[in-house]
């Protein structure tokens, strides 16, 4: 299959919002998206940018079934390990389920690890769902650690009411 990596321009935020919506129904979680395509177009292409994005792209003779022809993205960030240095997180990676098994997902994450090299990186970080078998082998064929299993690390998050009673107690000096 014939298929194109590039940066992300803040023309493709619609479809990057379709995917990422296509991406949470797979995750059983639709309603917990709460972006929409301009709250990327104004994160993503700003001044200061909270991400970056790689899109794939097929040819017009590959389209899909409903004529898209931006058939994956690899959404990250970075972060900073106080331990080890600059680091990228890969927050989404996803391919239409039609265009699977053609090396799009490969080359996506490939080239994440290419820009975190490039940016001297130390390493690559995501998270997957422990149901996910499929993300998870595919990661650890590549040679990713599972750190919850190994280092027993848990991601935890604040958000909602609790973000908000977390700032109400921030000393006011």
């Known amino acids: ?5 590039r ?8 479809d990057i919002s379709r995917m990422i919506t296509e991406l949470a129904v ?19 292409f700003c001044q200061n940018p909270f991400f970056e994005c790689l899109i794939a792209e097929v040819p017009e003779e ?3 079934k409903e004529g898209f022809t931006v058939v994956g993205y690899a959404l990250y960030f970075y972060t900073y390990s ?11 990676l996803y391919v239409m389920p039609e265009f699977r098994g053609n090396g799009i997902g490969k080359g996506l994450l490939c080239k994440v690890a290419e820009v975190a090299k490039k940016k001297q990186c130390v390493r690559l970080q995501l998270s997957v769902l422990n149901w996910n078998t499929p993300s998870r082998d595919f990661y650890a064929a590549k040679g990713a650690k599972d750190l919850t299993a190994t ?8 958000d909602g009411q609790n973000l ?10």
């Open 164 to 173: 908000d009673n977390l700032v109400n107690e921030a000393p006011t000096n």
């Open 151 to 158: 280092e027993g690390w848990h991601f935890i998050r604040f």
């Open 62 to 64: 590959q389209k899909s």
């Open 26 to 44: 797979y995750e059983n979680m639709p309603d917990q998206v709460k972006i929409s395509h301009e709250e990327l177009e104004r994160d993503g």
């Open 82 to 92: 106080t331990w080890m240095g600059p680091t990228v997180y890969l927050e989404d």
């Open 1 to 5: 299959m014939n298929f194109k990596l």
């Open 7 to 14: 940066a992300a321009t803040k023309d493709d935020c619609k």
